[in-house]
Structure formats: C-alpha cells, structure tokens
C-alpha cells in the first residue's frame, strides 16, 4: 500500500509580502480612517490575528477585504501567540489588529511580538488613527510632552495612589477611562491633581463625539451631575499651573516630609519593602534622587 502523502502548507498567493508580522491601525470609530496601506497588507496577508472577528468583519467586508481571520484577545493570548509564531516561521505573512486602533497600545499583543522579535521575525508597523494623539490634538492642552498612562486602576485605593504617583507629573497626561468608572476617577484626579485644566473626549470620530473642557473639578462636577457617561472615553490632564503647580510640584521643601514619610510607610506595609527600597522608590514617585529624599526625611545636623 503506498505511503500516505501529507498536504504541504499551500503556496503564499502571488504578490504576497514577504513573512513577516504587521502591526496595522485601525479606525477607531469611523471606518474610513485606514490608509491605504493599511488596506493593501490587510488584503495581502495570509491571516489577520484580531480581538474579535465580528468587529474585524465589519471593516474588512466595508472594504472588500476576505483574509482568514483568527481570534487573538487576552483569554487565549499564550497558546494563540505560539501558534502564530509558528505560521510566521513557516514563512507565512501575518497582520495583528485590535479592535481599535493601534495594536498592543492597552491591548494584547505584547507577547506576539515579543516572541517574533525573539526568533529574528520582522515587525513592520502600518501607523494610523490613535485615540490617544486625536483626544491630545483637540484638548487644547500641550502636546509638546505628554505621558500616556493607559487606564487607571479598576479599584478605588488603588486608582488613588496611581494618581498620587502622578502629581509630580509636569506633563500633559492621557488617560483611557470606562463609561462606569468615570465618575469616581474624575472625582478622585480633581481631589488629588488639584483644579487642573483637563478634556474629557467621548467617541472619538463618532457620530456623537463630544469634548467637554474644563478644570477637573468642574469636568467632575458635570459628570457627576448627569452628563452623557456612555462609549468611549480619553482623559487629557494639562499640566499644573499656578496654586495646582504649587500643590503637586516634586517635594522640596521641608513641609513636603509628612507626605514622603507617609509614602515610605506605607511601601513598607502594603508592600513590605524595607526602608531603602521603599525610600528609592517614593523619591522616584516625587521626582526627586534618593539622596534628596534622604535629606528631607533625615536633615543634615
């Protein structure tokens, strides 16, 4: 009886790129928000690895587009990211996207691409729409420097010493926040950030995308008092000025050692670090060297 012949792996179709993993943007609300590129590679590729196939779908078929889609979200990240890594290593041509936006900005794929850099395969980024750079360009807010801290923690305590770390922040800050939660972190960044001017970004590229401007504690007041907390939400804070700056300017003074001494304590409790580390690491938290810290906790005699 002869041999059973396997199936090889079929042919790349012609014009295929060469293997090798894209990361490509996607609109984040609008569909027309896709280069041209974008929508070439996408047509190109052997696989598009996306969170979810139904939201990939729309866009594809909106375009034209039939390449196989396969699922890839934070559930089946490990297995799925091996298997993909093995399809690229066979010489296949693949794209991640996320649901919106650009891949792995507060989305999976940091392990996928990890793992292709690991084994020599090339990455090519397709950049495109951004919530984060749409929601920083219409605040009205600097954009020279700015820090993007992705999502503040789902827990109350937590959220509130994540932005306790980020009052000495002298930069524009950006921020993803849930409609469910918005709320309760206005609340708490006008409280610890101080009266800050601030822009609250609502489906962006939408139908219903809204800006609403204002100093935190006015933009808390609002929401709280019923605005629209439904979609999608960015958060640009401006940088302190005035009494804010005052009130969130790094620790250099000896009325800032109850607060720094109070951060050192309670590293060491919740997290039971000793002292030194706790120390180096609220000195970073404040902005300052470990050896100013050290100076304010312990004046030199």
Known sequence: MPARKSNPTPAAAPGAPPACL?????????????????LRILSEVRWIACEDTRRTLKLLQRHGISTRLISYHEHNEPERATELVAALERGEAGALVTDAGTPLVSDPGFRLVAAAIARGIRVVPLPGASAVLAALAASGLPCDEYLFAGFLPARGAERRRALERLRAEPRTIVLFEAPHRLVASLADAAEILGSRPASVARELTKIHEEFRRGTLPELAAQFAAGAAVRGEFTLVIGPPSGDAAHAAAPASAAGAIPSLSARVAELMRLEGLSRNVALKRAARESGLTRREAYRLLIPEG
Request: aromatic share 6%; net charge negative; charged share 20%.
């Open 22 to 38: 894209y990361l490509v943007a996607t609109p984040i609300g609008n569909l027309e928000d896709i280069t041209l590129r974008a």
